[in-house]
């Protein structure tokens, strides 16, 4: 079946200590994003990429670094810089752009230890 | 930039009553709108979309949405809820050749017998 994959599931970070949240699609998709989860506050753009070895900044990507060296994958990388590291991880992915149906993982619970 | 308010956090409602959940988006420009529904700890699946044409919306699992341009609303309705709609809802909205969609807050529907 064709879908996206999240992985860890929950995953902890030590103080200091990057950590990197795996995302990958075999859907084809073109387009795949990463969305950042806190109650109350919907879900607020981190990374996207349109295409691969090319990627932009979302409205919150301070502290964090993505790759797109392949098609299928797109690892985001919280970093010790992002100071307040909790919260649910959303990747999607979609054939060419936001107009189109996004599809999701399901997610990555990130806290700090 | 397009911005989108969910005016309620959360809407108790007994099974069978109709439901409305509000959403009012803000652009000077055309819109895509979207309505995404999320199950506890899952990632979002769309529900429906509006890119052009008739202003009245029909998705999955019974909900409808109605874009009203003059009131930037889409407002998404189901005329007899189930115990199994209880979810977290979001509206969402991009420019027409935008490459972000933007998130609401999230509506979280509560179905009681």
């Not at chain 1, 079946?1 to 995302?23: A, H, M, W």
Request: charged share 20%; proline share 4%; hydrophobic share 35%.
């Amino acid at each position: 079946d064709g879908g996206i994959t999240q992985s860890p599931k929950y995953l902890f970070r030590k103080e200091g200590q990057n950590v990197t949240l795996s995302c990958e699609q075999n859907l084809n998709h073109d387009a795949m994003y990463w969305y950042r989860q806190d109650p109350g506050q919907g879900l607020r753009l981190i990374y996207y990429s349109q295409i691969v070895n090319d990627f932009q900044k979302g409205d919150i990507a301070e502290g964090y670094s993505v790759s797109r060296e392949k098609k299928e994958s797109f690892p985001l990388t919280v970093t010790s810089a992002q100071k307040n590291p909790t919260a649910f991880y959303l990747c999607a992915s979609s054939l060419t752009g936001v107009q189109e149906k996004l599809f999701f993982g399901s997610g990555t619970q990130l806290s700090v230890l | 930039a397009q911005s989108v308010t969910q005016l309620d956090s959360q809407v108790p409602v007994f099974e069978e009553a109709p439901v409305e959940l509000r959403c009012n988006y803000s652009s000077s420009v055309s819109v895509y709108l979207f309505w995404y529904v999320q199950y506890p700890n899952q990632g979002l699946q769309l529900l429906l979309k509006y890119l052009s044409g008739s202003t009245l919306v029909k998705g999955i699992n019974g909900f409808e949405a109605e874009f009203n341009k003059s009131q930037t609303s889409f407002h998404l309705r189901k005329p007899s809820v189930h115990i199994s709609d209880t979810a977290e809802y979001f509206c969402a909205v991009t420019l027409e050749y935008g490459n972000k969609l933007v998130f609401g807050a999230g509506t979280i529907l509560r179905v009681k017998s």
